[in-house]
């Protein structure tokens, strides 16, 4: 994935000496391992630092929303799933949009590399090839990258871009044989007590700071749901009732719209994955409706349409 | 005031008898990070630790606290009088607490317990606190106490300073408070050579921090200039507006106040709120003087970096404790910051 | 929980379920007296804030009821409420809710012994589920 920073720096630079964008959005290497930046280059000469590795698994889209110049800006496959469902939402035109797409082995999941190496503090990574080195004080050790991906991304069906107007590499074989939902099957497996304790104890930690809100692409409303107060749909205080209502709120917003990027868990500060609520409505919208988020920018979305003979068998 | 050298075993002992004088609180084990906890049941503190992942700030000041309750039944004679909440302020005892924390308490304090205005939960709850830290021998590279008025085994506002040793613990009373905690504690009085050690352990810590976030020029800068500053927008551009940095922040301080009324029972509570939120600063007119996302995150950091600095007199509104820095979603680093604000001329 | 009978807070829509319960009213037919009804002007109106709101204060069960398919008076609203209420319903059962206590029906406005049929029904799951515990929201879990 390194391979493509330099890619990437070309390619900015050109299209923002020949003025095909006025900005570029991108990333630039953090100040902390594991951590990179988004960022927003206005100028060729800027683009040097832009970057790119297995650490972007932020949701660059959510630097679109509402924007009115011409944007140049770096897409994986779930990255340009939200374009798409971006422009579906008239949140951003196509037209204004200059897609580079980079085919995506996946992001690697820093929690465990954290894990593996035994919580010692990390103060450098270096990427080669299908490995990474992970150095520390007194240690160095070396991880194949395959087994560290992010969870959503394991089971990543669209690694390619869906829309794109340039691609920076040729695109990756798409893994058929994965199941994405398989965690999501064993929750269903669970009778309702098991089901209330689980989701409990998941989000038992969580400290309303709406990381996973305001990472996600899909949430843009002017006025959210928890900031509403007549009527007040949902507390303010850490109360686990209001806590389990934001959650299950916020991710029915995203019903037929997640791609899941996995930004929210990334971002969580407690380790969150409440990808368990958006990853059913996935499976749902996919088994109901047969749909997938943002695969198509013409075709609407899933409860924006119906079909006469939709699902009726819960209707008595 | 009083040294005393005991093994861990025996400070994991006297833990186990100090929980009956104190609510004990310390770090724990919590998943993948630490979280400061009561140490009740079988809940064993872990001091093998960086720092907790939520400051324990949480302990004094937590994320929800009711204030007051009501009734709203009209048959009861006291009806829709605010009564203040029960609280536990009876003795407790924080160990195992960082330096960079306790500063930040000290910080807090002069906006919750000063001559004008006195928070009355904040204020009895820390004032039931004894805080027993524990020096940092390994700080993060993310650390930067030392550059904020700090250290890792800075001794202002602790009662206990423990030093690891190794298979020991050197104690240090540093208040009353702190003597009659260590009272209580079995343990030898320190010879020189152990407390030699403590100094070349702290003073070879106080080395690790290489951070250099100059603060000098702060102070001098015009506040205007500074908040028109030309970097505000690129500073601001990745971030999500989410509450990490300032609810992982020891000395982040504000809150909103909640009326919520379940049947006929109403409780005031006040929760912690983010400068990051637009709500937070949304009139009841419907105006936001912070509407935009950069003054948001020019408020965060003017509040830190040059409004404290200017009212107190007393230094930034930071510990150096790097939550931010390690946690923030999208690497905005505040050392960054810091040095763009004490630069600009 | 001897004398216990359980709310159950009932959406129904204007056109046709609604119709029916005053039909059922007016009718004289008997069905049990645990339903709130709440009457919105199309099934499609019901926000899955307003099922959340109902058990967060306590609602045993939630009863929603709209015009048949191909019958909404706006043509189609139910169409747009059904694939909301599927997925809700998922997502709801999927963290803890048990599943006798969310319902749904298409009752035209002429199925006065539909509406007394399916609130029969309604009532007796609802009932079987016992008293909710989960979802509610009652004083505030703070410090």
Redesign the interface.
């Known amino acids: 994935m390194l391979k493509y920073t330099e890619k990437i720096v070309e390619t900015a630079k050109r299209l923002l000496a020949e003025e095909k964008v006025d900005v570029f959005i991108g990333y630039q290497k953090?100040?902390?391992p594991m951590?990179?930046?988004?960022?927003?280059v206005n100028h060729p000469d800027k683009a040097d630092t832009l970057y790119w590795d297995n650490f972007c698994g932020?949701n660059l889209c959510?630097?679109l929303t509402k924007r009115t110049d011409k944007i140049g800006i770096i897409a994986n496959g779930c990255n340009s799933r939200n374009m798409a469902t971006h422009i579906i939402e008239n949140q951003i035109k196509r037209d204004q949009l200059y897609i580079v797409g980079i085919p995506c082995e996946g992001m690697i999941d820093h929690?465990a590399v954290?894990?593996a190496v035994k919580?010692r503090?990390i103060?450098n990574i270096v990427q080669e090839g299908s490995t990474f080195v992970v150095k520390g004080?007194d240690f160095e050790e070396t991880f194949e990258k395959q087994k560290f991906l992010q969870s959503n991304c394991a089971v990543c069906r669209h690694r390619n871009p869906v829309l794109y107007d340039e691609m920076l590499g040729d695109p990756l074989e798409e893994q058929t044989d994965v199941n994405p939902y398989g965690d999501?099957e064993k929750?269903?497996e669970m009778d309702?007590?098991?089901?209330?304790?689980?989701?409990q104890r998941l989000i038992s930690?969580c400290?309303?700071?709406?990381?996973c809100?305001?990472?996600c692409p899909l949430c843009y409303c002017p006025t959210c749901?928890v900031?509403e107060s007549e009527?007040q749909?949902v507390?303010?205080?850490?109360?686990?009732?209001?806590t389990?209502?934001f959650h299950?709120?916020r991710?029915?917003h995203c019903?037929?719209r997640c791609t899941d990027c996995g930004a929210c868990e990334?971002?969580c500060?407690?380790?969150i994955s409440m990808r368990q609520?958006t990853k059913?409505?996935n499976k749902?919208?996919e088994e109901?409706?047969s749909w997938e988020a943002g695969l198509d920018p013409e075709k609407r979305p899933?409860?924006d349409v119906?079909?006469?003979d939709?699902?009726?068998d819960?209707?008595? | 005031m009083t040294e005393k050298i005991f093994t861990k075993e025996e400070w994991s002992g006297a833990l186990e008898t100090l929980k009956e004088p104190y609510r004990l609180f310390g770090p724990v084990k919590d998943g993948d990070f630490h979280t400061f906890m009561p140490l009740d049941g079988d809940k064993k503190p872990d001091f093998d630790y960086e720092n907790s992942r939520l400051s324990p700030k949480t302990i004094i000041y937590p994320e929800s606290e009711r204030m007051f309750e009501y009734s709203l039944d009209e048959t009861d004679d006291d009806a829709h009088i605010l009564k203040e909440s029960p609280k536990d302020y009876s003795p407790c005892a924080i160990v195992g607490i960082r330096p960079c924390d306790v500063h930040a308490f000290q910080i807090v304090k002069r906006n919750f317990d000063n001559p004008e205005y006195q928070d009355p939960w904040w204020t009895e709850h820390f004032e039931s606190a004894i805080l027993v830290g524990l020096g940092c021998n390994n700080p993060c590279a993310s650390c930067f106490c030392t550059q904020v008025g700090g250290g890792p085994f800075h001794e202002t506002g602790l009662d206990v300073l423990l030093f690891d040793l190794g298979d020991n613990f050197l104690a240090k009373a540093l208040t009353e408070k702190g003597e009659a905690f260590l009272e209580k504690i079995q343990g030898e009085s320190a010879d020189d050579a152990v407390l030699k050690a403590a100094e070349d352990l702290k003073q070879s810590s106080e080395k690790k921090i290489t951070a250099k976030v100059p603060t000098d020029q702060l102070k001098d800068k015009v506040t205007i200039e500074l908040f028109d500053a030309p970097f505000w927008e690129e500073v601001a551009f990745a971030c999500l507006n989410c509450g990490t940095c300032t609810y992982l922040c020891p000395t982040c301080w504000c809150f909103d106040i909640q009326d919520e009324v379940s049947g006929k029972q109403g409780d005031r509570i006040r929760n912690w709120d983010s400068c990051m939120f637009p709500l937070f600063s949304l009139h009841g007119s419907g105006h936001n003087p912070r509407a935009e996302k950069f003054q948001r995150v020019r408020q965060r950091f003017m509040h830190k970096l040059k409004y404290y600095v200017d009212k107190y007199e007393n230094g930034v509104q930071c510990s150096g404790c790097g939550r931010c820095v390690r946690y923030c979603p999208v690497n905005i680093d505040i050392r960054e910051v810091c040095k763009l604000m004490n630069d600009f001329a | 929980m001897e004398n216990w009978e359980p709310k159950i807070a009932t959406f129904l829509c204007n056109w046709c379920s609604y119709g029916a319960a005053d039909l059922a009213g007016v009718s004289r037919f008997q069905y049990p007296p645990n339903f709130r009804i709440i009457r919105l002007p199309c099934s499609a109106r019901v926000s899955p804030k307003f099922v959340l709101s109902a058990f967060r204060h306590g609602a045993d069960g939630v009863w929603i009821s709209g015009c048949h398919p191909g019958d909404c008076h706006y043509l189609e609203g139910n169409y747009y409420a059904r694939r909301k209420f599927a997925l809700l319903k998922g997502l709801l059962e999927h963290i803890g809710l048990e599943a006798g206590r969310l319902h749904f029906s298409w009752i035209s406005s002429a199925e006065a012994t539909k509406f007394v049929d399916v609130a029969n029904r309604v009532a007796k799951e609802v009932e079987a589920m016992g008293p909710a515990r989960f979802f509610i929201k009652s004083r505030a879990e703070v410090a």
């Open positions: 953090g100040t902390v951590m990179n930046e988004p960022l927003l932020l959510n630097y929690r954290v894990r919580n503090e103060l004080k999501i929750i269903e309702s007590e098991k089901k209330q304790g689980f989701f930690r400290i309303r700071c709406y990381a809100r305001n990472s749901f900031d009527p749909w507390g303010k205080s850490i109360d686990p009732t209001d389990l209502t299950f709120l991710a029915y019903a037929g990334r971002v500060p407690m380790g609520f059913k409505l749902d919208t109901l409706f899933p409860l119906y079909r006469p939709d699902y009726n819960f209707i008595k």
